[in-house]
C-alpha cells in the first residue's frame, strides 16, 4: 500500500493532467451539440461494423452444421423423389406396388478423401457398416450420380468414382428415353462418354442424360450429365458423345448412400434364373 501511495505521489502532476483530459473532453462533448452528433454517429458506425464483423465470424463458423442440415433435407428429398418416379403412371396404366416404390433409402456421409487427377479414381467417406453401409450400394451428390461404395470398414467406406475406368452407369436420355451407357475415358473430370447409342437415335446439344431403371444399384432418373459434344462415330453405327458431369467431383462435400431394401432379392432370383 505504500508503494502505491509512493507512486501516486510520484506520478500527481500526469494523474491530475489526465483527469482534467478526461473532463474536458467529457464537458466538451456533453455541452456542445455538434461534437457530441460527430462522436455518436462515430461511435454508432464503429459499433455497427463491429457487429457487423462478428456476425460474419459466427456465420462462418455455423456453415458446417448448416451445410450438414441442408444435406440431411436433401436425403430426404431423394428419397421422395425416387418414391415419386416409381409411383408415376405410364401409358400402360402401370403403377409400382408400396414395397417397390419405398425400395431405395438414402444416408447422408461426408467426403474426407477425394481423388480426381487419376485414371482410376476413388473417394473416402465416413459412414461405414456400423450406418448400414455396404459395398455395391450406389452413391449420389445432391446434383448427380458419384459412384459405387467398394470396401467398407466399420467407420469408413471407400466408393470406385464415376472417374474410374471399370465403372459404367446405365442411363438413358431424359428427353425420349433412350439408352445407352455412360463411361469415363480418364481424361477430364468434368466429361464421360455416352456410349452405345444407335446413329438412328434422337440426341441433340444440352439432353439431360439420367440414370435409366435397368439397374438395381441407382433410382432411375438421376443425372448424370448433359450433352455437350455430338458427332457421329468413325464407323458411322453409334453416335460419338460427350457429357458434362452433372456432378462437380472436384468440390464434393457430401454425398447420398443409396440403399436398395430389395437389392438382395432381385440379385438373386437373377443369378437363380441364369443357372
Request: proline share 3%.
Amino acid at each position: 500500500m505504500d508503494q502505491l501511495f509512493a507512486f501516486i505521489a510520484r506520478q500527481r502532476a500526469f494523474i491530475l493532467f489526465v483527469a482534467l483530459e478526461v473532463l474536458s473532453l467529457w464537458l466538451f462533448f456533453k455541452y456542445n451539440n455538434y461534437p457530441s452528433a460527430v462522436y455518436f454517429n462515430s461511435a454508432n458506425y464503429y459499433a455497427g461494423r463491429l457487429m457487423q464483423v462478428q456476425a460474419a465470424a459466427t456465420q462462418y463458423m455455423n456453415l458446417g452444421r448448416v451445410n450438414a442440415g441442408l444435406a440431411e433435407e436433401n436425403a430426404r428429398l431423394h428419397a421422395q423423389l425416387a418414391q415419386l418416379r416409381s409411383q408415376q403412371l405410364t401409358s400402360l396404366n402401370y403403377k409400382a406396388d408400396s414395397a417397390v416404390a419405398n425400395r431405395f433409402h438414402t444416408l447422408v456421409a461426408k467426403v474426407i478423401n477425394n481423388s480426381t487427377s487419376l485414371s482410376n479414381n476413388f473417394l473416402t467417406i465416413d459412414k461405414g457398416t456400423a450406418d448400414g453401409v455396404r459395398p455395391g450400394m450406389g452413391v449420389i451428390s445432391a446434383t448427380g450420380v458419384v459412384g459405387k461404395v467398394k470396401v467398407c470398414s466399420e467407420h469408413f467406406s471407400v466408393l470406385t468414382s464415376v472417374l474410374h475406368s471399370e465403372n459404367m452407369v446405365s442411363s438413358k436420355i431424359q428427353r425420349n428415353g433412350e439408352i445407352a451407357s455412360a463411361k469415363w475415358d480418364g481424361v477430364s473430370p468434368d466429361l464421360i462418354n455416352l456410349l452405345y447409342l444407335s446413329r438412328y437415335k434422337s440426341v441433340k446439344l444440352g439432353d439431360t442424360v439420367v440414370t435409366s431403371d435397368l439397374n438395381s444399384v441407382f433410382p432411375g432418373g438421376v443425372p448424370v450429365g448433359y450433352v455437350r459434344q455430338l458427332k457421329p462415330s468413325a464407323d458411322g453405327a453409334f453416335w460419338d458423345i460427350k457429357l458434362r458431369l452433372a456432378t462437380d467431383f472436384p468440390n464434393l462435400s457430401y454425398v447420398y448412400v443409396v440403399d436398395n431394401l430389395l437389392k438382395t432379392e432381385q440379385d438373386s432370383l437373377e443369378a437363380e434364373a441364369k443357372k
